[in-house]
T-cell receptor, first 113, second 113 residues
Framework: AQSVSQHNHHVILSEAASLELGCNYS??????LFWYVQYPGQHLQLLLK??????LVKGIKGFEAEFIKSKFSFNLRKPSVQWSDTAEYFCAVMPTGANNLFFGTGTRLTVIP | ETGVTQSPTHLIKTRGQQVTLRCSSQ?????VSWYQQALGQGPQFIFQYYREEENGRGNFPPRFSGLQFPNYSSELNVNALELDDSALYLCASRTGTDSYEQYFGPGTRLTVT
């Protein structure tokens, strides 16, 4: 069965620190990969996506992610976090041809001013 | 904002009752999916509707049912509510079943007492 693992449940950083959130998935075929963010009280928003091509993708608000096929990973990074990045971050996978997203359990990021 | 709207925002029901949640998809989107997000978890796929037909379902019992209307809006119905049905219910729409990018609504928070 497909699964998505986010090993960091809660990450606390000071402003200007660098961020890396891990995401691993288990699926043998072609996948489409996503990171969503859920700010407090707001709906899920797409941060970035990977369908094909350059494995390093850039998203909104300075976020980027790297797809490493051999490691089944799609880690999210940001060089310098801001207080406004405090939110819940979800990694999601949609296998090619599938109807739905498979989400990880999420990582709560708290940025301390 | 994604253009996907959901109603109501919050709902409190008693165990055994029935509930109907509503979703209006983004303009031009004919495919609607429903997800359940329990507290502290990632969203889990319930089912998807495409052109008024269910065309994909997750691991949810038959008491979870849905409809899609000609204008592509959708309803999620849950019968015989259980305490574990308490969750945030998310609707997501996309332009078609061959599009991988989904746009989420703000969700309906259901509490079952």
């Amino acid at each position: 069965a497909q699964s998505v693992s986010q090993h960091n449940h809660h990450v606390i950083l000071s402003e200007a620190a660098s961020l890396e959130l891990g995401c691993n998935y288990s699926y043998g075929g072609t996948v489409n990969l996503f990171w969503y963010v859920q700010y407090p009280g707001q709906h899920l928003q797409l941060l970035l996506k990977y369908f094909s091509g350059d494995p390093l993708v850039k998203g909104i608000k300075g976020f980027e992610a790297e797809f490493i096929k051999s490691k089944f990973s799609f880690n999210l990074r940001k060089p310098s976090v801001q207080w406004s990045d405090t939110a819940e971050y979800f990694c999601a996978v949609m296998p090619t041809g599938a109807n739905n997203l498979f989400f990880g359990t999420g990582t709560r990021l708290t940025v301390i001013p | 904002e994604t253009g996907v709207t959901q109603s109501p925002t919050h709902l409190i029901k008693t165990r055994g009752q029935q509930v109907t949640l509503r979703c209006s998809s983004q303009s031009g989107h004919n495919t609607v999916s429903w997800y359940q997000q329990a507290l502290g978890q990632g969203p889990q796929f319930i089912f998807q509707y495409y052109r008024e037909e269910e065309n994909g379902r997750g691991n949810f019992p038959p008491r979870f049912s849905g409809l899609q209307f000609p204008n592509y809006s959708s309803e999620l119905n849950v019968n015989a509510l259980e305490l574990d049905d308490s969750a945030l219910y998310l609707c997501a729409s996309r332009t078609g079943t061959d599009s991988y990018e989904q746009y989420f609504g703000p969700g309906t928070r259901l509490t079952v007492t």
